[in-house]
């Protein structure tokens, strides 16, 4: 069969609804015409249409990786907005990058593509560039509730908080009959403290979707800011009680239930909670945050064994750069990173600054550093125990910030379960900072669970060069230090993209 057979009997099945069929026809002529004399492949394109209305984003990306930038550029415009839309969601960056970046030469004033470059931008660290999209378009155009929430983002993201409650307000008042812009008023005044107000703003949401799952989680999470944490456990099991969840209601109610009764030590209740999880949602990394925390018993029985919670055997450390002066000009360029600011909120860092994603950036010597790592964490990640290795075939993108602390700074506890593997890369340590005598000042602090007690913590002394590794779910913290002088590390997640 020719490409256009492939192609009509593929519209055929997709107007019977038979997609299964539709996608193979399609996959068929794509492959028979990937290299038709430079014209665009229209196998592709009904390919990448109909996986897209699927919202099967990963096989998109796959698709254009396939064709190459340059012939999914020749694709119709429809269909290039569809694959920078899907490689976006796909966390294929610099793909998606590359397609809205076209796009956005050719249709600067087309919102959707507006909206779409400023996300992938504002994901790529480049906010400046982003904020002079989304500005000039409300310069020829006014104001628009969707430009004013991505303006709202980057002044959040940029530390100019004043910036992003005006548009997060804006938004609200130029589309108030809208659900998501009171919701995201709502997690804004909720993330600065502003609870009552918040609270209301998730009312409202409530009165425009009287079903809306994701406001009534938001204030139960509100209710636990307020420290009302019976009333947010009521609110939590309300929930529970006749609606349908999926997978990421599930994990955002039974995450912070699990963690009150660990918080009471009722390790009955942990139980029951567990036991109403499924297979796929205990073993989510979401999950393993908090079943790091339960007693021996409850891991082997909900968690895939102990051998999974214990630091001591799953966190490895090795000297990876012994370059002083290359990590001196990798510092340079964090300390001169506009996105680093003072106590990012919603971040763990205390008493130092944070930037943004810093692994999209155009600096070559950090390309290649985020090259070695991948490359690196990768390994690491593939040594792993069989239930927390990534797929095999897989492929993965890193992220990356960096922290500064200075003394008396340090890290709360926390995890990275977006990810299979974290690690963090010691760029700069100041020279004084153990002369207390205490070897423990400024280390990377890995925390006994909280159900066994027994459990030896461990401490990892930070030192110029050396990087940390461990599986994203684990909680730490740093230990707080005294010194003249900053210490500054490289944060990197590999996420694992499924396909």
């Not at 919202?55 to 920078?84: F, R, T, Y």
């Not at 506009?338 to 950036?361: A, F």
């Not at 070695?372 to 990768?378: A, G, N, R, V």
Request: aromatic content about 6%; overall charge negative.
């Amino acid at each position: 069969m020719t490409a256009s057979s492939f192609i009509q009997k593929g519209v055929n099945a997709a107007t019977q609804g038979n997609l299964t069929e539709a996608e193979f026809c399609f996959r068929q002529a794509f492959l028979l015409a990937k290299d038709e004399n430079g014209r665009f492949n229209l196998g592709g394109a009904n390919l990448i249409r109909l996986l897209h209305q699927q919202n099967q984003h990963n096989k998109v990306a796959s698709i254009v990786e396939e064709l190459g930038i340059d012939q999914a550029l020749k694709l119709p415009q429809i269909c290039i907005l569809m694959a920078a839309e899907s490689t976006l969601k796909a966390h294929q960056n610099n793909l998606s990058e590359n397609l809205y970046s076209s796009l956005h030469s050719q249709y600067p004033q087309e919102k959707s593509v507006v909206l779409g470059f400023s996300q992938i931008l504002l994901k790529l660290g480049k906010l400046d560039q982003a904020k002079e999209i989304l500005e000039d378009y409300v310069l020829k155009h006014g104001n628009n509730a969707e430009v004013a929430s991505n303006l709202a983002v980057i002044g959040l993201e940029k530390g100019d908080l004043q910036a992003a409650e005006v548009n997060y307000r804006r938004a609200s008042s130029l589309a108030p009959e809208k659900f998501v812009t009171h919701y995201n008023l709502g997690k804004y005044l909720q993330m600065h403290g502003e609870l009552d107000e918040a609270m209301s703003e998730f009312n409202m949401c409530l009165e425009i979707v009287p079903t809306a799952i994701e406001a009534m989680i938001a204030k139960a999470e509100t209710l636990t800011r307020k420290g009302q944490d019976n009333e947010s456990r009521e609110m939590y099991l309300k929930i529970l009680e006749g609606n349908a969840i999926n997978k990421e209601q599930s994990i955002a109610i039974f995450k912070p239930l699990i963690a009150d009764a660990i918080e009471q030590v009722d390790w009955d209740t942990c139980k029951q909670y567990l036991s109403k999880l499924s297979d796929e949602i205990r073993s989510d990394f979401r999950l393993r945050t908090i079943i790091y925390d339960l007693p021996e018993e409850l891991q082997n029985e909900f968690g895939d064994g102990t051998g999974l919670y214990d630091a001591r055997k799953l966190v490895d450390s090795k000297n990876f750069i012994d370059d002083p002066e290359y990590l001196e000009r990798i510092t340079q360029y964090v300390l001169m990173n506009k996105t680093l600011i003072k106590d990012r909120p919603e971040k763990p860092t205390r008493g130092g600054r944070q930037t943004h994603e810093i692994m999209g950036s155009n600096n070559n010597e950090l390309d290649t550093l985020k090259a070695d790592l991948e490359s690196e964490l990768i390994k690491y990640a593939n040594g792993l125990p069989q239930s927390i290795k990534p797929i095999e075939g897989s492929k993965f993108s890193v992220s990356g910030w960096a922290v500064s602390l200075e003394s008396g700074g340090h890290q709360l506890r926390h995890s990275h379960p977006e990810a299979v593997v974290s690690g963090v890369l010691y760029l700069s340590i100041p020279t004084d900072m153990n002369m207390s005598n205490d070897d423990k000042q400024g280390s990377l602090y890995f925390s006994n669970a909280k159900g066994k007690p027994e459990q030896e913590p461990i401490h990892i002394n930070p030192t110029q060069g050396k990087l940390v590794m461990f599986p994203s779910y684990i909680p730490h913290e740093t230990i707080p230090f005294e010194s003249a002088k900053e210490r500054i590390s490289l944060a990197v997640n590999l996420i694992q993209i499924k396909r």
